[in-house]
């Protein structure tokens, strides 16, 4: 399992600073188990299927670093209503990481509705942010997408809506994306079967 790993996640103070961090945790999910993730926010709970068989490694990160706490409490920091709502940044400044980065897998699908994906900066650059689309959106191949909210997952879709309606201002780069009310993913709780 993977609190048996040598692994040991960064604390706050080591996160963002690659040279004290070895680099992805190993793979240790079981690429023919379906798994799904429980993400609980200040807005409401959105449940996300993880693609497991498509982007093992991604959705092993993100497994890992959920079971570690890692992403307990931190804020969606970047919200644009009809593209996305973006988090797992512990700093909230839209820098962090977990000390390492890891490379892309291919991407087979579209930014649809409900996709959960990478955020990065640059080719090979994943660590720990993550978007989910609000609404199907047309971005290049290059934000490995590994999980979707159900299409029919009507509880779900409206905490998205929730998070991505919530009014923004200035980021302080010309973007209008900072929410003016804190988004917290409060937990992520990881099944499988």
Known sequence: TPTDMSFTTPTLEQRGNPELVEGPPPLTIDTT???SAI???NKGAIKVNLLAQDTPVTVNNFIFLSQQGFYNHTPFHRVIKGFMIQG???TGLGTGSPGYKFADEPVTRNYT?????M??????TNGSQFFIIHQNYDLP???VIFGLIDPTDNQ???TLDALANTPTTNNGQGELSKPTQPLTLESVTINSQ
């Not at 509705?113 to 994906?117: C, F, Q, V, Y």
């Open 33 to 35: 188990a379906s798994y």
């Open 39 to 41: 993400l609980t926010t």
């Open 88 to 90: 797992g940044d512990p």
């Open 113 to 117: 509705r409900g996709t959960i994906a």
């Open 119 to 124: 955020a990065n900066s640059g080719p090979n």
């Open 141 to 143: 191949p290059n934000y």
């Open 156 to 158: 779900s879709l409206a």
